[in-house]
Each structure stands twice: as structure tokens, then as C-alpha cells.
């Protein structure tokens, strides 16, 4: 009997477990994957406040430029064209030019001049009746924007009049480009966004 228990015991004995040795390399490596999970996650909670205010700033410029370009669109002719501002005459639904108040469906849009002017910091917007250098209403429509450079036309002089930029002396652009920079809060170069728009009967006069 006491012969079979020590074979039994011995046994047990030859059954190898964990050394210390390797219990402390299991312990590193299983620090090493959980530190490392927990600084990708601490980074991504960093990062957040970033790409959350840089998709703000997009979606807000990408609004707004969608608002000029709908506006250019129904242009009929263009009053001023420069880098930093554009004047056109536009069919707008109001009941008087620069007022608030919308005109009824049943009635014909009415036209009125628009001028989008823009500088370093922002962008605004005047409606006045055709024709008048004073009166009407302005306001601010774009801020934060970091370049007064925002439009170009085409035809346009560059030795490709195809391609966008200042528009060509005496020739009625059809095609007014919008470009807006955004502050990107995660690198220095700014975020672009741009479109354009062909204005339906466009004659440049002056």
C-alpha cells in the first residue's frame, strides 16, 4: 500500500507547472498588450475634440458654399469680378430686394444685386435693389476663413481661358468658382473647400 502512494505521489511530482521565470515574461507581455490598447484608446479620447471641430468647420463651409453657389447659379449677368469679390444681378424670391420676407410661389422671382465680398477672416453678403451702391442688407455668411482669394471665373486669363482664375477683360464669364479655406485644427494647412457654379445668362458689364 505505502509503495503504490509514493508511485502515485511521484507522479504528481514529475507534473511540471509555471516557474517564476515565466510568470514574470507572462506578466510583462500581458502589461506591454494592455498598456498598449489603453494608449491607443487615451490617444483616439485626445483626438476627438479635433476631428470633431474639424468636421464642423467642413460642414459649415461646405453649407455655406452650397448657399453661394445656388445663388451664383441663378445669375444673369455679372457687375463685378475680382478674387476677393463678385457682384451679380440674380432672380431672388423676396418681396422687395433686401428684405426678409419671402414673395409668394404664385408670384415671379424678382431681380436684385447680389455682391459677396470677402476678406482674411470672413465672408458677407449684400442684397440691394439693381443698380444701387448703397442701401439694402449685409451680413456675415462665412468666418473663419483664412484666404481673401475665394473666387475665380471663367473664361478667365490665364493662358487657358478654361481654367479658373481672374476673369478676362471684356468677356462675359460664364462659370464663377468658390473656394473656401478652413482653419484645420489638427496641421498647419488649411482645409479646402471649393465649387462653382455656370450662371444661365451671364454678360459682364463692367
Not at 143 to 160: L, R
Request: aromatic share 2%; proline share 6%; glycine share 8%.
Amino acid at each position: 500500500m505505502t509503495g503504490a502512494l509514493r508511485r502515485r505521489l511521484a507522479v504528481h511530482d514529475r507534473e511540471a507547472g509555471m516557474t517564476l521565470v515565466e510568470l514574470l515574461v507572462a506578466t510583462a507581455m500581458s502589461l506591454a498588450v494592455v498598456g498598449g490598447g489603453t494608449a491607443m484608446v487615451i490617444s483616439a479620447v485626445r483626438q476627438q475634440p479635433e476631428l470633431s471641430e474639424r468636421a464642423q468647420n467642413v460642414t459649415t463651409a461646405r453649407w455655406q458654399l452650397d448657399r453661394m453657389t445656388r445663388e451664383i447659379r441663378n445669375g444673369v449677368s455679372v457687375t463685378t469680378s475680382s478674387p476677393s469679390a463678385v457682384s451679380f444681378v440674380a432672380r431672388v424670391r423676396r418681396t422687395v430686394c433686401g428684405s426678409t420676407i419671402p414673395s409668394s410661389s404664385s408670384t415671379p422671382a424678382i431681380q436684385c444685386q447680389i455682391s459677396y465680398s470677402c476678406t482674411t477672416t470672413g465672408c458677407t453678403r449684400t442684397e440691394r435693389e439693381v443698380g444701387a451702391t448703397t442701401g439694402g442688407s449685409t451680413s456675415t455668411i462665412v468666418t473663419g476663413i483664412d484666404s481673401p482669394n475665394v473666387f475665380c471665373f471663367v473664361p478667365s486669363a490665364e493662358e487657358d481661358p478654361t481654367d479658373c482664375g481672374p476673369a478676362k477683360a471684356g468677356t462675359a464669364p460664364t462659370y464663377v468658382g468658390v473656394t473656401l479655406n478652413v482653419p484645420n485644427p489638427s496641421g498647419p494647412s488649411a482645409l479646402t473647400v471649393s465649387d462653382g457654379a455656370s450662371l444661365r445668362t451671364a454678360t459682364l458689364t463692367g
